[in-house]
């Protein structure tokens, strides 16, 4: 079984973008119906599972451009099977294009793929049309091994679109007269909404992307109405939880150390204040020793005095026995 589509005479979204330098914004209005057009098809039980430039083809109808998403060779039903055999995956095997797969697809094992994965690929498919390429480029993905493959798709997290413009080198400059612009404002037009936008569809869990296609339309909607979007920076808590995530064996390494060194401060400390204890009761002591020590020397100062007064006495008397006796 198989479906027989219109012919759509036109050319990928990205070609036709950059061939008429369309700017960021109008770039936006076309993408805005490629996210209804995929809501569309979810709607109608079907999830695309491999959106990417080439299956996303603009046509002019009356002079305006209008998208068309094709190519459902690899789709997946929702709840029902559209037919028996054709559209069945196997465990274990890769379904998509690498550039633009979700990471649940890259992961390859029995989870339920959903309609967020096409909103991943609606994220890759956005920020090649905002800076010219993909997440994981061309060049990171040639020659990269299987296992490797996959782990980058799951892991490494895409670098904000804005952020990603200052690494093109002297090719921002053909990026930015593809849109109509020059590199400076480019960058000040991404940084801010469009970044959290781009970033919340290709969040690596799932849940924390757009819930539909329409979603995400409406966001971009907003933006370029100059009204608050819903995409917004993840929490610092957030942002922890991933790089603990992401260096495990560092951060266990660095927790082991710390821990080592907190133990070692603590005893260290531990140990000066039984010092400082000890010095203390010492210093008590040698005071009340040097204070015993006065008293027996004013004791015996004392007792001589009063022995040089008893004898004093003592040679009066007897000088005055003598003169009477002598009398």
């Known amino acids: 079984p198989y479906f027989v589509m219109e012919l759509v005479k036109g050319?990928?979204?990205?070609?036709?973008?950059?061939?008429?330098?369309?700017s960021t914004p109008e770039r936006l209005k076309v993408f805005a119906q490629v996210c209804r057009a995929v809501q569309h098809a979810h709607q109608k039980g079907v999830i695309?599972?491999?959106?990417?430039?080439?299956?996303?083809?603009?046509?002019?109808?009356?002079?305006?451009?209008?998208?068309?998403?094709?190519?459902?060779?690899?789709?997946?039903?929702?709840?029902?099977?559209?037919?028996?055999k054709t559209l069945f995956t196997a465990y274990g095997q890769m379904v998509g294009t690498p550039a633009y797969m979700s990471p649940e697809q890259?992961?390859?094992?029995?989870m339920d793929i959903d309609t967020?994965?096409?909103?991943?690929?609606?994220?890759?498919?956005?920020?090649?049309?905002?800076?010219?390429?993909?997440p994981l480029s061309a060049e990171e993905l040639r020659g990269t091994a299987y296992a490797e493959l996959q782990r980058k798709i799951r892991e490494e997290e895409a670098p904000k679109p804005s952020t990603r413009l200052s690494t093109l080198g002297k090719a921002l400059a053909k990026v930015a007269q593809d849109r109509s612009t020059d590199p400076?404002?480019?960058g000040q037009f991404l940084r801010g909404d469009l970044d959290w936008i781009v970033?919340?569809?290709?969040?690596?869990?799932?849940?924390?992307?757009?819930?539909?296609?329409?979603?995400?339309?409406?966001?971009?909607?907003?933006?370029?109405?100059?009204?608050?979007?819903?995409?917004?920076?993840p929490s610092v808590a957030y942002q922890l939880r991933k790089f603990v995530g992401r260096n495990r064996g560092l951060v266990t390494t660095a927790s082991a150390i710390?821990?080592?060194?907190?133990?070692?401060?603590?005893?260290?400390?531990?140990?000066?204040?039984?010092?400082?204890?000890?010095?203390?009761?010492?210093?008590?002591?040698?005071?009340?020793?040097?204070?015993?020590?006065?008293?027996?020397?004013?004791?015996?100062?004392?007792?001589?005095?009063?022995?040089?007064?008893?004898?004093?006495?003592?040679?009066?008397?007897?000088?005055?026995?003598?003169?009477?006796?002598?009398?």
Request: charged share 30%; aromatic share 4%; hydrophobic share 40%.
């Open 11 to 22: 050319v990928p979204v990205t070609e036709y973008c950059d061939k008429n330098n369309l």
């Open 48 to 84: 695309h599972r491999d959106i990417k430039p080439a299956n996303v083809m603009v046509t002019l109808h009356d002079g305006h451009p209008v998208p068309k998403v094709i190519d459902f060779g690899v789709s997946k039903a929702i709840s029902q099977q559209l037919t028996e």
């Open 106 to 110: 890259a992961q390859m094992s029995r």
């Open 116 to 134: 967020r994965s096409d909103i991943y690929s609606l994220g890759v498919l956005l920020y090649e049309l905002l800076t010219g390429s993909t």
């Open 184 to 186: 400076k404002r480019l």
């Open 199 to 233: 970033l919340k569809a290709l969040e690596k869990e799932r849940n924390r992307r757009y819930e539909t296609a329409n979603g995400l339309a409406n966001d971009i909607e907003r933006f370029l109405s100059d009204e608050a979007v819903e995409a917004c920076p």
């Open 258 to 327: 710390a821990v080592a060194i907190l133990l070692g401060l603590l005893g260290t400390t531990i140990g000066m204040i039984r010092a400082q204890r000890d010095g203390a009761r010492m210093r008590v002591a040698l005071q009340k020793a040097d204070i015993a020590t006065a008293e027996k020397q004013q004791e015996a100062q004392r007792a001589l005095k009063l022995k040089g007064e008893a004898d004093q006495l003592r040679a009066d008397a007897e000088a005055q026995v003598a003169k009477q006796l002598a009398a």
